[in-house]
């Protein structure tokens, strides 16, 4: 792995899904933008303190949101394949965190230009995720028109509790395409809103870029973003307030500090959830192997304290004295 010199002033915040969509809420404009509006703040605080901010974000809710919207209207406009649907979601909510994000810094009486940039992800066409997906993805199906969509469609169908679900590849990012383009937004003072929901999967066929159906982590995602932007730090917000082991059992533990190797060795024992808490961990490690300088995982609203220290799961290189 290549590794790079990183800037100490370049921050990378992931933000997870509970930024945009709270529990229990149904998704509406309104409620999503109430939560974007909250989020902005935060993140103009971090700004106003001299941070070069890049943002990424999740879009899980939203991008099935579309594809039920085209699985309702599909006899009326024909539907568009998932590739659309992501690159649709990341238009939808970089609009409303780029407006907020905007109008929050202007608050501050700090006045930033903000820019979404709809992102682009290479991955290798023959990665293993593509012959053995795992992503869900849509809404649930009855066993008979999950059958009828198997073959009509060459979908791969899995069952669950709750009837039938598509499920996708979940790639390894390799590349962002509109890397060069990101860093000079940076370099020229522009908050970056970038790899909304792990960005768009493409690969190259023939000379051309094509998308692909499949839905790229946003965390590693995340992690090639911040790689591209020479950031020193990876600042991971989601829904709790820091890494637990045990996690749910009586001898749950929060930890306040790993280095890269305990990192390795609670992931490879299976503390960490797969689809939850593993992607983020993962990508924490191979931030700081390419060369960033710390990774924190904290609750959305104690980013600035957990920059400084005072929040959060702080994961250092092996060789950091912390």
């Known amino acids: 792995m290549d590794r790079y010199e990183s800037r100490a002033d370049t921050v990378v915040v992931a933000l997870g899904g509970n930024a945009i969509l709270q529990a229990g809420q149904r998704g509406t404009a309104a409620e999503q933008m109430a939560n974007v509006r909250t989020t902005a703040f935060e993140i103009a605080n ?10 990424t974000h999740g879009n899980g809710p939203q991008v099935g949101n579309i594809l039920l919207q085209n699985e309702e209207a599909q006899h009326t406009v024909p539907p568009m394949p998932l590739d659309i649907c992501g690159a649709e979601s990341q238009g939808m909510l970089g609009y409303m965190i780029a407006q907020a994000l905007g109008s929050a810094l202007a608050a501050r009486g700090v006045p930033r230009p903000v820019a979404a940039i ?11 995720a593509f012959s053995n997906p795992t992503k869900p993805v849509g809404r649930f199906y009855p066993e008979e028109e999950a059958e009828r969509l198997k073959t009509e469609r060459g979908w ?17 990012p390799l590349a962002i395409v509109e890397a060069a383009a990101i860093e000079r937004l940076v370099d020229a003072g522009v908050v ?4 909304g929901g792990g960005g768009v999967p493409v690969v190259v066929r023939d000379g051309t870029l094509v998308g692909v159906e499949g839905v790229i982590d946003k965390d590693l995602a995340g992690q090639r973003l911040a790689a591209d932007v020479r950031a020193g730090y990876f600042l991971i917000l989601t829904d709790v ?31 960490f959830g797969v689809g939850s808490m593993a992607p ?5 490690i191979r931030f700081l192997e390419a060369g960033g300088r710390e990774a924190v995982i904290a609750a959305l609203g104690a980013g600035i304290a957990a920059l400084e220290g005072r929040a959060g799961t702080r994961i250092v290189p092996d060789e950091s004295n912390g």
């Open 46 to 55: 971090l700004v106003a303190a001299g941070w070069r901010v890049v943002v």
């Open 118 to 128: 709809i992102t682009q992800v290479m991955v290798d066409p023959h990665d293993p």
């Open 156 to 172: 791969t169908m899995k069952k669950t509790d709750k009837g039938w679900r598509r499920v996708v590849a979940s790639p390894d």
């Open 192 to 195: 970056v809103v970038a790899s």
């Open 241 to 271: 307030p820091r890494v637990k082991l045990f996690y749910g059992q009586p001898n749950e533990m929060e930890l306040a500090q790993l280095t890269v190797s305990e990192a390795k060795a609670y992931l490879a024992a299976g503390h």
């Open 280 to 284: 983020k961990i993962q990508a924490a």
